[in-house]
């Protein structure tokens, strides 16, 4: 249950750093006046409730393991 814990937790985190990144080019792309913006605000958003779901697990899996 720990490693089930650990790979939720690193992954959640991972997502959502990574949405960072496709966020900043969606507003790049916006300023840049490209039709793609909207496309890879999709991306993030996708991405950014990914990783909050993820996060969202680790949290119960960490719960499992104290409550034992």
Known sequence: MKTK????SVM???FFGMDLSFL????VQKYT??????????????ITNSGLCLLG????E?????SK
């Open 57 to 60: 697990q680790a949290v119960i």
């Open 33 to 46: 006046q490209s039709q793609s913006w909207i496309l890879w605000g999709i991306v993030a958003l996708v």
């Open 62 to 66: 960490k719960i499992k393991i104290t």
């Open 24 to 27: 900043g080019e969606a507003i």
């Open 5 to 8: 814990w650990l790979i939720y």
């Open 12 to 14: 959640g985190l991972l």
